[in-house]
């Protein structure tokens, strides 16, 4: 859930778990507030897992997503992501006595990996934080790094938010960086770079309003 944010006058070159460092102990516990973790579980659903696979999640953050990835498919191998370090720490604590799972240091839009090495890719509440150019980058990088016939599945704020969804959403369509992600945003810029994509649902979520569900394949 943390990601790039060129240009910042921050000492960050990225936006950590809640905006703060100082928050990061507290993150997981917030995420569970907010109902994060039936969310988490339907895009590990909707990814369809099984072993064998190999599977990529960016913007991990403390690894709630890689690591229901990985209970749900045991024999996979999978990899988290993110620019955050101290993010990266608390997720490899997490995950310790787990094989066939690694997190690494990497921001989305320059992705270590090689061409076609990924058969699935996970984005959970991440893209809402990165400007439009490094957001084009990233699933520029996303559909390079899966292999032709491989799937993204992402969940984010999306869709038609109105006001009626609440505080929160009528603060999302203020906020620029929000936004750029409601309408059909995130579809036409996943088929910009060359995805097929779909919306897969939307989930009324406490606090944050609405988030959406997209699941984007790479054409074989």
């Given at each position: 859930m943390t990601e790039h944010r060129p240009h910042t006058a921050t000492k960050h070159d990225y936006v950590p778990a809640?905006?703060?460092?100082?928050?990061?102990?507290?993150?997981?516990?917030?995420?569970?507030?907010?109902?994060?973790?039936?969310?988490?579980?339907?895009?590990?659903?909707?990814?369809?897992?099984?072993?064998?696979?190999r599977v990529l999640e960016i913007?991990?953050?403390?690894?709630?997503?890689?690591?229901?990835?990985?209970?749900?498919?045991?024999?996979?191998d999978v990899i988290g992501t993110d620019p955050d370090p101290l993010a990266l720490a608390r997720a490899q604590r997490k995950a310790r006595g787990m094989t066939g799972i690694r997190f690494e240091r990497a921001y989305a839009?320059?992705?270590?990996?090689?061409?076609?090495?990924?058969?699935?890719?996970?984005?959970?509440?991440?893209?809402?934080?990165?400007?439009?150019?490094?957001?084009?980058?990233a699933v520029a990088e996303l559909h390079r790094v899966l292999h032709p016939g491989g799937q993204l599945h992402i969940v984010d704020i999306g869709g038609h938010m109105t006001a009626?969804?609440?505080?929160?959403?009528?603060?999302?369509?203020?906020?620029?960086?929000?936004?750029?992600n409601l309408g059909d945003a995130i579809p036409r810029l996943l088929r910009s770079v060359g995805f097929d994509c779909e919306e897969v649902g939307t989930r009324r979520q406490r606090f944050i309003g609405q988030v959406t569900f997209y699941r984007a394949t790479r054409p074989a």
């Open positions: 809640f905006g703060k460092d100082a928050l990061l102990p507290f993150y997981d516990l917030l995420t569970r507030v907010l109902g994060m973790g039936r969310v988490y579980d339907e895009l590990v659903a909707q990814a369809d897992l099984g072993d064998g696979l913007g991990c953050g403390t690894g709630n997503v890689t690591l229901r990835a990985k209970r749900a498919a045991p024999g996979a839009q320059e992705l270590p990996f090689a061409d076609g090495e990924f058969d699935r890719a996970l984005s959970s509440m991440m893209l809402h934080h990165l400007d439009e150019d490094v957001k084009a980058g009626h969804h609440g505080l929160a959403a009528r603060w999302m369509k203020d906020n620029p960086h929000a936004a750029g």
